[in-house]
């Protein structure tokens, strides 16, 4: 039976710590971190999502603004907005929920955000400081991941690591930091042949694919360190990772369920930002 890696448990410990840090930084600066959030439209998991990160910095004692925007807004309102709150001494981290609606170019809307307050590190001189090895924010849910190894004191110095997905947000910055810890790096991708012959050799093995329960037990090394980043919703409405939990679990060492497992470090690497963020 595989140890569960509990990100909900991992998570509460963490928002703990960072609730005294951000109470010490208020009480010695007597500034309050201010993270702004921007939904455009109405997408009802967005929405979800935007709710959960506005409730996490309150609960911290950061200060949070939500701007919900119309579906309909343009890309120039946008963009005037980001100035402003780029501009804005009380915010120290900007966030722009994904997806935009289409009309909308996110590639824009990433370069305008200020790096210095780019808590989800989208901003390619983010992304270039995180190839570099210097950088000052990591992206939230490659960052959860690390933050659960090392909390279970999950060694990755010179195990194979194999990440499936090579997205810009999770699997490449995943495979950069994993090689950071002196992990052996194997990047999987929709093109990758005998996938499973590469995944059955992992001793970490991290799925972001976006497909439910892709990652069967015969993909699985006895022993291996399974993270489902997968979020996935079945059609009777429940979540589901990457991963076939169920069978996975009986050959791994240690696991991620979904619920529970990567999901809730997300939002707290977004709070670790912002008061890295206000630190600076
Ligand atoms: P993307 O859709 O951007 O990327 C999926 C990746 O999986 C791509 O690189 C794609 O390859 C690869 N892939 C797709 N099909 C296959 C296949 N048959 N074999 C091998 N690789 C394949 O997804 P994201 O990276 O944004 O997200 C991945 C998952 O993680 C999703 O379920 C998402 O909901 C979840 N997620 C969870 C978060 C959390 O907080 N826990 C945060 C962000 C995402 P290719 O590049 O060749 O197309």
Do not use: W
């Not at 370069?111 to 808590?119: F, R, W």
């Not at 390619?124 to 000052?136: A, D, E, F, Q, T």
């Not at 995943?174 to 929709?190: D, I, M, R």
């Amino acid at each position: 039976m595989a140890i569960m890696i509990d990100g909900k448990l991992v998570s509460a410990q963490l928002r703990q710590e960072l609730k005294e840090q951000t109470s010490a930084f208020i009480a010695q600066t007597g500034v309050t971190p201010g993270l702004a959030v921007i939904l455009v439209g109405d997408d009802p998991a967005s929405a979800v999502y935007v709710r959960n990160k506005h409730r996490a910095c309150e609960e911290v004692g950061m200060y949070s603004a939500v701007h919900k925007l119309p579906a309909e807004t343009s890309e120039s309102e946008l963009l005037a907005l980001i100035d402003k709150l780029n501009a804005d001494d009380a915010i120290h981290g900007i966030l722009v929920q994904l997806p935009l609606p289409k009309h909308i170019s996110e590639e824009r809307v990433v370069l305008a955000i200020d790096p210095s307050k780019d808590v989800d590190a989208f901003h390619p001189s983010n992304v270039g400081k995180i190839m570099l090895g210097n950088y000052r924010f990591l992206p939230c849910t490659p960052a959860g991941v690390m933050a659960l190894l090392r909390h279970y004191e999950i060694e990755v110095e010179g195990k194979h690591c194999v990440v499936v997905g090579r997205s810009n947000i999770v699997g490449k910055p995943q495979a950069l930091l994993l090689l950071e810890k002196n992990g052996t790096v194997t990047v999987c991708h929709s093109r990758t042949k005998n996938l499973a012959d590469i995944t059955r050799q992992a001793d970490v093995l991290v799925a972001a694919v976006g497909r439910p329960r892709f990652i069967t037990a015969d993909m699985v090394k006895d022993g291996a360190v399974v993270i489902d980043v997968g979020i996935n919703r079945l059609p009777d409405g429940k979540l589901c990772g990457d991963v076939d939990f169920a069978a996975v679990e009986e050959k791994a060492a240690a696991i991620t369920p979904v619920p529970g497992g990567v999901g809730p470090m997300t939002i707290t690497m977004l709070l670790q930002n912002t008061l890295r963020a206000a630190e600076k």
